[in-house]
T-cell receptor, first 114, second 112 residues
Framework: ETGVTQTPRHLVMGMTNKKSLKCEQH?????MYWYKQSAKKPLELMFV???????ENNSVPSRFSPECPNSSHLFLHLHTLQPEDSALYLC?????????????FGPGTRLTVL | AQSVTQPDIHITVSEGASLELRCNYS??????LFWYVQSPGQGLQLLLK??????LVQGIKGFEAEFKRSQSSFNLRKPSVHWSDAAEYFC??????????FGRGTSLIVHP
């Protein structure tokens, strides 16, 4: 595997379900990100992890819970979601340094909440 | 705060025609600039980036972009568009250790 991988690629869940999205990066990076991409809206940064520590949480509802067990893996745990949470969830990684972070993205998980 | 504007929501071109997608940023310092492309149902793929040096940057798939400080712009160009270039294009701007900010995207439609 190369680059950034995400599983599953598609997920359909009910509002009472609990599911998790997984992201893995094979680039040796030390920063990982979750973004939400909804139709007709700009890319929304949700969470940032640097060296496994969460450094940013952009007022994301608590029904989204991130986990970063090591610098290569990132999870997004989902519970009691709402239909408006249906979107493409993108994971990205970068080598954080004081010179501009070039982010590399995974293919995304298309989430549909019924 | 840093911001980036892509003034065109949609651009339609004929296959073989030239292409220019506009991107403007607002901030006083010299930015780091990126262009990404997203095909339907896919993630964002980096086309090119500017950090410093030559203001004309070459990228993958025959794309190039030019940083113009006087105009606060970083427009993406391609001399001859192929049908496979139809996608969503995102400009992003970053400063120092700040996480890049993305524009809203421009959807490119290619007519045969």
């Amino acid at each position: 595997e190369t680059g950034v991988t995400q599983t599953p690629r598609h997920l359909v869940m009910g509002m009472t379900n609990k599911k998790s999205l997984k992201c893995e990066q094979h680039l040796g990076h030390n920063a990982m990100y979750w973004y939400k991409q909804s139709a007709k809206k700009p890319l929304e940064l949700m969470f940032v992890y640097n060296f496994k520590e969460q450094t940013e949480n952009n007022s994301v509802p608590s029904r989204f819970s991130p986990e970063c067990p090591n610098s290569s893996h990132l999870f997004l745990h989902l519970h009691t979601l709402q239909p408006e949470d249906s979107a493409l969830y993108l994971c990205a990684s970068s080598q954080a340094h004081d010179g501009g972070d070039t982010q590399y993205f995974g293919p995304g998980t298309r989430l549909t909440v019924l | 705060a840093q911001s980036v504007t892509q003034p065109d929501i949609h651009i339609t071109v004929s296959e073989g025609a030239s292409l220019e997608l506009r991107c403007n940023y607002s901030y006083g310092a010299t930015p780091y600039l990126f262009w990404y492309v997203q095909s339907p149902g896919q993630g964002l793929q980096l086309l090119l980036k500017y950090f410093s040096g030559d203001t004309l940057v070459q990228g993958i798939k025959g794309f190039e972009a030019e940083f113009k400080r006087s105009q606060s712009s970083f427009n993406l160009r391609k001399p001859s568009v192929h049908w496979s270039d139809a996608a969503e294009y995102f400009c992003a701007v970053g400063y120092g250790s700040y996480i890049p900010t993305f524009g809203r995207g421009t959807s490119l439609i290619v007519h045969p």
